[in-house]
């Protein structure tokens, strides 16, 4: 009997967390999709070079960047609930796999977040300069 309530409960939660997914997602399809959404925040994203590309795009999530034999770097934007989350992952033969995130309000000023994303990404390469010799 105990087993058969949490199975209700869990599936109570999964099934509460799948529709405010599908909300969320149509919502920000209604505000044309992540690229028309974060288009301020991603176009100063792609301006550091210009082979940056968009890779792929969901209802909820766009990652854009470059990969070349030099390594990759990707940027992913998330949606989430209330929220938009960026993360920052670069897989380079010389400096290795390093990764970021910051999390920022859905309607927040999105040349802030790239300000602050730039400030932090400018203090890593700094140290990683450093701690490798450069």
Do not use: C
């Amino acid at each position: 009997m105990v087993y058969l309530i949490l199975l209700a409960i869990v599936i109570f939660i999964v099934a509460k967390f799948a529709v405010a997914k599908n909300k969320q997602a149509s919502k920000v399809t209604m505000e044309g999709g992540m690229r028309n959404k974060y288009r301020e925040l991603i176009g100063i994203l792609m301006s550091g070079d210009p082979r940056t590309r968009i890779f792929k795009e969901t209802s909820d999530s766009i990652s854009l960047g470059l990969s070349n034999s030099g390594g990759t770097t990707l940027f992913i934007l998330t949606q989430t609930f209330g929220n938009v989350t960026v993360q920052w992952k670069v897989d380079n033969p010389v400096f290795g796999k390093h990764k970021m995130e910051w999390d920022f309000p859905e309607y927040g000023d999105q040349e802030m977040m790239a300000e602050r994303i730039m400030n932090d990404l400018g203090k890593f390469q700094s140290n990683m300069m450093s701690a490798h010799g450069f």
